[in-house]
């Protein structure tokens, strides 16, 4: 028996940030992301010979070691000792013994929500194996945990929510970790036309979010009032999103992304630069009414807003920086496992 799983990256339409705490436990956040189909895949093949290997890539990278309890984190197989530790702690099982590989279509890094897309795919593969008693709320918040609290990695909420549940979806983020999701149910229409008018742009830029966040966090610590009103801005901004999408009013879309990047950047010093600044004045110039930096900031992807016929002209205009348009659809299913 095989075991496979995929989970959804997501592009963060609106609201981005305000999933972080303190803030969300202090003011509470609300954030409009998408999923689209690019995945994170994981592989699960039980063994019995009393090894765990786990691999990365494909078969890029690998780590094997005997099975334990408790196995010690190794630099690069953080996410899949974590999860193996949580779960085995968790539901009280005896060391197990298996082969768990994972592979994702784009780079970590990138702003898609890829390194917590990869913890849910990993830790469906478990459920699914293990026939672990777990909902979607449960798997999120379990990827939440390993993620942020076990690991200690920086990060918001949001991307665990999305790559579980998958769709369109408004996301609420209240005090004590509580999170409600809200799914958008939208006419075809709306799909195809939001589909046809963005532009996804990978910048060929890398970034560590940690750091990121961290400068977001410290500026809620220290009551940096530039910082929380640009926050607060940015709750505004989804509920506006989430508004103009289910109205139909898909013309507002570009003016409700340009209103958020004038905002998203007073939140950290790092989360633009002058490539991004760069690339974002262009794309403008040429024809996109809005558009933004997907995820934490600092590099990976952007995206644009074009209406009309837009799209190639701005596509155009942005080889010079050399980056690439990545192409895309929305997906309505989340994480989804399976056996052979």
Not at 162 to 191: C, H, Q, S, Y
Request: charged content about 20%.
């Amino acid at each position: 028996m095989i075991i496979r799983s995929k989970a959804p990256l997501r592009i963060g339409l609106a609201g981005g940030g305000t999933d972080v705490s303190p803030y969300s436990d202090l003011f509470g956040g609300a954030i409009l992301n998408a999923t689209i189909d690019l995945y994170a895949y994981a592989s699960l093949e039980p063994l019995n010979n009393g090894k765990i290997e786990f691999c990365i890539d494909g078969a890029g990278r690998s780590y094997t070691t005997d099975s334990a309890k408790e196995l010690k984190l190794a630099e690069g197989f953080e996410f899949f000792i974590g999860i193996y530790n949580r779960i085995i702690k968790q539901f009280k099982l005896e060391p197990l013994s298996f082969r768990l590989t994972s592979y994702i279509e784009a780079p970590q890094g990138s702003g898609l929500g890829t390194s917590s897309t990869i913890v849910v795919s990993l830790l469906g593969a478990f459920v699914e194996w293990l026939k672990l008693p777990l909902g979607n709320y449960d798997i999120a918040r379990l990827a939440y945990e390993i993620e942020r609290i076990d690991l200690n990695i920086s990060g918001g909420k949001q991307d665990q929510y999305a790559a579980t549940f998958g769709g369109f979806n408004f996301m609420e983020f209240l005090p004590d970790d509580r999170v409600i999701v809200n799914p958008l149910i939208l006419k075809p229409e709306i799909l195809y036309e939001l589909e046809f008018n963005l532009l996804l742009y990978f910048t060929a830029t890398q970034r560590f979010s940690a750091q990121i966040i961290d400068d977001q966090v410290k500026n809620v610590e220290n009551k940096n009032a530039l910082a929380i009103e640009a926050m607060h801005h940015m709750k505004e901004q989804a509920i506006m999103m989430k508004e103009h999408l289910l109205r139909g009013e898909l013309d507002k879309i570009g003016e409700v992304l340009h209103f958020g990047w004038q905002n998203k950047k007073q939140m950290a010093q790092s989360i633009s630069n002058q490539l991004i600044d760069s690339i974002y004045t262009t794309a403008i110039e040429n024809g996109a009414a809005g558009g933004k930096i997907s995820g934490a900031g600092g590099g990976g992807f952007m995206f644009f807003y074009c209406p009309g016929v837009t799209k190639v002209k701005v596509a155009r205009s942005l080889e010079q920086f050399g980056g690439k348009v990545q192409a895309f659809k929305f997906t309505a299913q989340g994480l989804t496992t399976w056996a052979i």
